[in-house]
């Protein structure tokens, strides 16, 4: 997408943004097409506290149009958000957030009254950055966490050890999982 095309579609979406966030009930209507767009998504909500969720969604959203901007301070909250949503943490898998970002689309369509198809071209086109980016983190750790369940497994007091994982050298770590693999 060339600076021109990018740049309207980053307006085309910040404008479309501001009337959701500002028409009654946009997130709570992204949050109930969300959860009736897959059957374990609903449960992944089960215990949320919904006042804070619609907050977190309208950060989140600014965010993503800021890293899509190409923010350094954005990128930096972005990568906590894709750790937290990790297979290790909230464990969300990839796959829902398609349904994420067509109950999105969805609650657009129906909060923002400027909504045209151009608009949602424009939303999927910026919002594609930084969900892609989330997406890419769902299996980041996977190697810690295996050295830390078999150091754990061989002496619990080397947890220490197995949170310094992170820190080692590629070459070392991928060393040490070769031998943990032919171990087991």
Known sequence: MNTATKATAYDLV????????NSNGFFDSFYSILKGSHPDIANMFAETDFTKQNELLRIALELMLMFDHGSDAAKQVMERIRESHSR?????????????LDSLMKACAKHDTEFTP????AWRDVLSKGINYIKSGYDD??????????????????ETVARSWRFLPDSV??????KIKSAT
């Open 88 to 100: 290790h943490q909230l464990n969300v898998p990839p796959q829902l957030y398609d349904y994420w």
């Open 14 to 21: 910040n404008g479309s943004f501001g009337r959701c966030a």
């Open 173 to 178: 770590r991928a060393e040490v999982m070769t």
């Open 118 to 121: 151009e608009h949602e071209t």
């Open 141 to 158: 750790g996977a190697e810690e966490a295996e050295c830390m369940a078999y150091l754990n497994f061989i002496d619990p007091d080397l």
